[in-house]
């Protein structure tokens, strides 16, 4: 939410309606009768009618099921609208700029289904259509003009729903393999690009019967199966619904608590007893369809991902925004940075269950690329999958690349194919960081800093890091800054918490949280999702911790990261996690939770601490032990330390 339309308050919303007038001046000022343009100005003036007439209702409401207020949540999603009226009057925009009308409309629509669904039922559903621009009148070509066609790749320039690529895509590669699922070794299934172009069309058909144009729904997907999961999530997108992936090895209080913020849902895949809403059983697509493809629509937003588990109720993240892309430019360049090429072999060994797992994947298949995932991580799988597919862009955790290199299977000769080899989600360990760039080669390597919000990301390749050992890169579509406590620049070099500010135009920091008036930890245009940190002279980023793991000992700060990547090398320990316990004298003290590996004996904590000395500080050394049978990780490879924090110790 912008501070503009944050300021708007119900007594003053007599300004939202001003919009229709702005509009309709706007359109006499133009000169031109395009019929499409006066469509989508009618469209706003009905839902801005709608909405004054409802007005006096919602400022009535108490809460929504977030306790958030309803109608200042509406009244910011039409102000937006507004802003956009504004700048076309001011010239910053053009009355042909489909995209960002056709996002701003479907924004104020989203939130008026939430608000009272009642309200979309008596307005049209603007679709993608509505918002493109006129055709340019045809053009008399000389006879002896060459005439050229054009192929599916290229019928449309600029931005594609994910519908309107599929089907492209579909034309272009129908018999190629789209997706693999594999469940272990020799174990998998495949589906062409046509098959999932067909079978989707069918399931959005059937979303579509369910009335998900007059009241939208959040279709939950509840598989860890990646060819299931990519029917699901493009039929849900082809009914211009937005999608969310959840594990179904979920708890019932966590799924209550995540279902709890939205308000209709549809539930694709497994059945679970903690989801009340609407289950849609499989259905396969017949033979042969009757009538043309379902009219193109754009997911507003496309994907939602929960985060914020570990401290406490999940929040609900908007991670990529609509799902309107323009193919090759992915958030600013990321995916160039990070050597990704259009029509590659993708390896996402994180389940697509997990939402930041079915971000990568998606994006991978619309730039075309064959996609491969894993239903569960093991080393072995992975690496017989790598060489029996020759998959060439891999992405992974820094958890199953220690993983993989301890396996009796690792042979360098089997990862031939590979390209690009790019890890996220947590510290990695520079042993095993090295461990790979032998195996393929450094510059193949890569490492993406950022975070579920994707409000900004830096970016390094092994050949870079080898010279800034330890720096997850520089920024690559954000500027950032590291500030004190009091939120002051600290000078080179020293530690403070990460600010960044986004230069990728259509991602908003204020609309990360969907349904909710939570925002983003703020400061002068900057925001942060929680990481420390320092920047190098040549401003190279590196990663301390984040500010809720930090443990105070004694007044130093001991960043759990750090000694974890230790631990974990030392023979016999298969896991670890490292959380803060109280202490009467220093505050708070280190405290070590270890998995062993079968069969291994567990040290004392003085054979622990002995085998420590001399590769960290004695205060950063465990002062407490525990063992445990496995430590507990999300599909993603990330551990919860709230859940390992011993009873008492702040969160």
Same mark, same amino acid.
């Given at each position: 939410?912008n501070?503009?339309?944050s300021?708007?308050?119900?007594?003053?919303?007599?300004?939202?309606?001003?919009?229709?007038e702005?509009?309709?001046?706007?359109?006499?000022?133009?000169?031109?009768?395009?019929?499409?343009?006066?469509?989508?100005?009618?469209?706003?003036?009905?839902?801005l009618?709608?909405?004054? @007439?409802?007005?006096?209702? +919602? $400022?009535?409401? !108490?809460?929504? *099921?977030?306790?958030?207020?309803?109608?200042? %949540?509406?009244? =910011?999603?039409?102000?937006s609208?507004?802003?956009?009226?504004?700048?076309?009057?001011?010239?910053?925009?053009?009355?042909?700029?489909?995209e960002?009308?056709?996002?701003?409309l479907?924004?104020?629509?989203?939130?008026?289904?939430?608000?009272?669904?009642?309200?979309?039922?008596?307005?049209?559903?603007?679709?993608v259509s509505?918002?493109?621009?006129?055709?340019?009148?045809a053009q008399?070509?000389?006879?002896?003009s060459?005439?050229?066609?054009?192929e599916?790749?290229? @019928?449309?320039?600029?931005? +594609? $729903?994910?519908? !309107?690529?599929? *089907?492209?895509?579909?034309?272009?590669?129908? %018999?190629?393999? =789209?997706?693999?699922?594999?469940?272990?070794?020799?174990?998998?299934?495949?589906?062409?690009?046509?098959e999932?172009?067909?079978?989707s069309?069918h399931?959005?058909?059937?979303?579509?019967?369910l009335?998900?144009?007059?009241?939208?729904?959040?279709?939950v997907?509840?598989?860890?199966?990646?060819?299931?999961?990519?029917?699901?999530?493009?039929?849900?997108?082809?009914?211009?619904?937005?999608?969310?992936?959840l594990?179904?090895?979920?708890g019932?209080?966590?799924?209550?608590?995540?279902?709890?913020? +939205?308000?209709r849902?549809?539930?694709?895949g497994?059945?679970?007893?903690?989801?009340? %809403?609407?289950?849609?059983?499989?259905?396969?697509?017949?033979?042969?369809?009757?009538?043309?493809?379902?009219?193109?629509?754009?997911?507003?937003?496309?994907?939602?991902?929960?985060t914020?588990?570990?401290?406490?109720?999940?929040?609900?993240?908007?991670?990529?925004?609509?799902?309107?892309?323009?193919?090759?430019?992915?958030?600013?360049?990321?995916?160039?940075?990070?050597?990704?090429r259009?029509?590659?072999?993708?390896?996402?060994?994180t389940?697509?269950?997990?939402?930041?797992?079915?971000?990568?994947?998606?994006?991978?298949?619309?730039?075309?690329?064959?996609?491969?995932?894993?239903?569960?991580?093991?080393?072995?799988?992975?690496?017989?999958?790598?060489?029996?597919?020759?998959?060439?862009?891999?992405?992974?955790?820094?958890?199953?690349?220690?993983?993989?290199?301890?396996?009796?299977?690792f042979?360098?000769a089997r990862?031939?194919?590979i390209?690009?080899?790019?890890?996220?989600?947590?510290?990695c360990?520079?042993?095993?960081?090295?461990?790979?760039?032998?195996?393929?080669?450094p510059?193949?390597?890569?490492?993406?800093?950022?975070?579920?919000?994707?409000?900004?990301?830096?970016?390094?390749?092994?050949?870079?890091?080898?010279?800034?050992?330890?720096?997850?890169?520089?920024?690559v579509?954000?500027?950032?800054?590291?500030?004190?406590?009091?939120?002051?620049?600290?000078?080179?070099?020293?530690?403070?918490?990460?600010?960044?500010?986004?230069?990728v135009?259509?991602?908003?920091?204020?609309?990360?949280?969907?349904?909710?008036?939570?925002?983003?930890?703020s400061?002068?245009?900057?925001?942060?999702?929680?990481?420390?940190?320092?920047?190098?002279?040549?401003?190279?980023?590196y990663?301390?911790?984040?500010?809720?793991?930090?443990?105070i000992?004694?007044?130093?700060?001991?960043?759990?990261?750090?000694?974890?990547?230790?631990?974990?090398?030392?023979?016999?320990?298969?896991?670890?996690?490292?959380?803060?316990?109280?202490h009467?004298?220093?505050?708070?003290?280190?405290?070590?939770?270890?998995a062993?590996e079968?069969?291994?004996?567990?040290?004392s904590?003085?054979?622990?601490?002995?085998?420590?000395?001399?590769?960290?500080?004695?205060?950063?050394?465990p002062?407490?032990?525990?063992?445990?049978?496995?430590?507990?990780?999300?599909?993603a490879?990330?551990?919860?330390?709230?859940?390992?924090?011993?009873?008492?110790?702040?969160?």
């Amino acid at each position: 939410m912008n501070d503009a339309a944050s300021k708007i308050d119900p007594p003053n919303a007599m300004q939202l309606f001003e919009l229709v007038e702005n509009f309709l001046e706007l359109e006499a000022a133009a000169g031109q009768p395009d019929p499409k343009l006066r469509y989508r100005i009618r469209v706003a003036a009905n839902l801005l009618r709608i909405a004054r @007439r409802e007005m006096a209702q +919602l $400022s009535a409401l !108490e809460i929504d *099921r977030d306790g958030n207020a309803v109608a200042p %949540g509406l009244i =910011a999603a039409v102000g937006s609208l507004r802003e956009f009226a504004t700048d076309l009057k001011e010239g910053r925009r053009s009355l042909t700029d489909p995209e960002t009308f056709g996002l701003a409309l479907r924004q104020v629509e989203a939130k008026l289904a939430v608000a009272s669904p009642e309200v979309l039922r008596q307005s049209p559903t603007p679709s993608v259509s509505d918002f493109q621009p006129p055709d340019p009148p045809a053009q008399s070509m000389p006879e002896s003009s060459p005439v050229k066609r054009r192929e599916p790749m290229q @019928r449309r320039e600029g931005a +594609l $729903s994910l519908g !309107e690529r599929l *089907r492209q895509t579909a034309k272009a590669l129908g %018999g190629d393999v =789209a997706v693999r699922t594999i469940r272990g070794l020799d174990q998998y299934d495949e589906m062409t690009w046509a098959e999932l172009d067909r079978q989707s069309e069918h399931l959005a058909r059937r979303l579509l019967a369910l009335g998900v144009d007059e009241r939208p729904a959040t279709v939950v997907l509840i598989t860890r199966d990646a060819v299931r999961h990519a029917v699901y999530a493009y039929g849900a997108w082809k009914a211009g619904q937005t999608i969310l992936c959840l594990s179904p090895g979920l708890g019932s209080a966590e799924g209550h608590a995540i279902l709890s913020r +939205l308000a209709r849902t549809i539930t694709l895949g497994a059945r679970v007893e903690w989801d009340t %809403g609407e289950w849609l059983a499989d259905e396969p697509a017949p033979a042969s369809e009757p009538g043309s493809p379902v009219e193109d629509r754009i997911a507003a937003p496309m994907l939602l991902i929960t985060t914020g588990g570990s401290t406490g109720i999940p929040k609900l993240v908007d991670v990529i925004g609509p799902g309107l892309f323009v193919p090759g430019d992915f958030l600013g360049g990321l995916g160039t940075a990070l050597k990704r090429r259009p029509r590659a072999k993708a390896f996402i060994m994180t389940p697509l269950s997990h939402g930041a797992g079915a971000a990568t994947a998606y994006m991978a298949t619309f730039e075309e690329c064959e996609m491969t995932s894993l239903e569960k991580f093991d080393p072995e799988t992975a690496l017989w999958a790598i060489e029996r597919f020759k998959l060439e862009q891999v992405t992974l955790v820094p958890t199953m690349m220690h993983r993989m290199l301890r396996s009796a299977a690792f042979d360098p000769a089997r990862l031939q194919s590979i390209r690009s080899f790019c890890h996220t989600g947590m510290q990695c360990d520079p042993h095993d960081k090295e461990a790979w760039m032998t195996a393929i080669g450094p510059e193949k390597v890569v490492e993406v800093w950022g975070s579920t919000e994707s409000v900004g990301h830096a970016v390094i390749a092994g050949d870079e890091w080898l010279t800034h050992r330890g720096s997850v890169g520089r920024p690559v579509n954000c500027r950032a800054r590291i500030v004190d406590k009091e939120g002051n620049d600290v000078p080179m070099g020293e530690v403070g918490e990460i600010f960044v500010q986004p230069l990728v135009g259509s991602v908003d920091p204020d609309t990360k949280y969907f349904n909710s008036k939570q925002r983003m930890k703020s400061n002068n245009g900057y925001v942060s999702f929680g990481d420390l940190g320092r920047v190098d002279a040549d401003g190279y980023l590196y990663i301390a911790g984040r500010t809720d793991d930090l443990i105070i000992t004694g007044g130093a700060n001991v960043y759990p990261d750090e000694l974890e990547v230790l631990i974990r090398r030392l023979p016999g320990i298969s896991d670890c996690v490292v959380v803060a316990t109280p202490h009467e004298d220093l505050g708070q003290a280190v405290h070590a939770v270890i998995a062993l590996e079968q069969g291994a004996r567990e040290p004392s904590l003085e054979e622990l601490r002995q085998q420590l000395s001399g590769q960290i500080s004695a205060y950063k050394q465990p002062r407490s032990v525990e063992f445990v049978p496995v430590i507990q990780r999300t599909d993603a490879g990330k551990v919860r330390r709230k859940s390992y924090r011993p009873q008492g110790t702040a969160a």
